[in-house]
C-alpha cells in the first residue's frame, strides 16, 4: 500500500510562491507516476500537474503552465510542486496522487474517466491579500 502524505500548503497573497511537497512510503517509488490535483470550494476536482516514472514526461493544466512547475527526487521519494505567482483562484485542496506505471496522459489528461490508485490526504492552499 502506498502511502502519500503532502505539506508545504498555506496562505500566501496573490503573487506569491508555494512549494508543495508528496512525499511516499514506497520503496520503488520510481516505479509511480504522480501527480498533483486541486478541488477548489463548490467544485470538482482537477488535475493540475502529473510527472511520469520513466522519462520524468510532463503535463501541466492551461491554467497553470508557466506558473507552476512539477519535479520529483527518487532518492527522498518525493515530488514538488513549484507554485508561482498565485492567483485568488489557485485556492484548493491540493492532493497527490500515484499510479504505478502509468503515462502522464492516462492520470492527468484522462482524468476523471481514469482514477489514480492511490491519493494522499490533501494540503490546504489559499491565496488571499
Known amino acids: 500500500q502506498l502511502l502519500l502524505v503532502e505539506s508545504g500548503g498555506g496562505l500566501v497573497q496573490p503573487g506569491g510562491s508555494l512549494r508543495l511537497s508528496c512525499a511516499a512510503s514506497?520503496?520503488?517509488?520510481?516505479?509511480?507516476?504522480i501527480g498533483w490535483f486541486r478541488q477548489a470550494p463548490g467544485k470538482e476536482r482537477e488535475a493540475v500537474s502529473c510527472?511520469?516514472?520513466?522519462?520524468?514526461?510532463?503535463y501541466y493544466a492551461n491554467s497553470v503552465k508557466g506558473r507552476f512547475t512539477i519535479s520529483r527526487d527518487n532518492a527522498k521519494n518525493t515530488v514538488y510542486l513549484q507554485m508561482n505567482s498565485l492567483k485568488p483562484e489557485d485556492t484548493a485542496v491540493y492532493y497527490c496522487?500515484?499510479?504505478?506505471?502509468?503515462?502522464?496522459?492516462?492520470?492527468?489528461?484522462?482524468?476523471?474517466?481514469?482514477?489514480?490508485?492511490?491519493w494522499g490526504q490533501g494540503t490546504q492552499v489559499t491565496v488571499s491579500s
Open positions: 496522487a500515484a499510479n504505478k506505471y502509468a503515462t502522464v496522459q492516462a492520470i492527468c489528461a484522462m482524468y476523471p474517466v481514469v482514477q489514480p490508485d492511490y
Open positions: 514506497e520503496f520503488n517509488f520510481d516505479d509511480y507516476t
Open positions: 510527472i511520469s516514472f520513466s522519462d520524468y514526461n510532463t
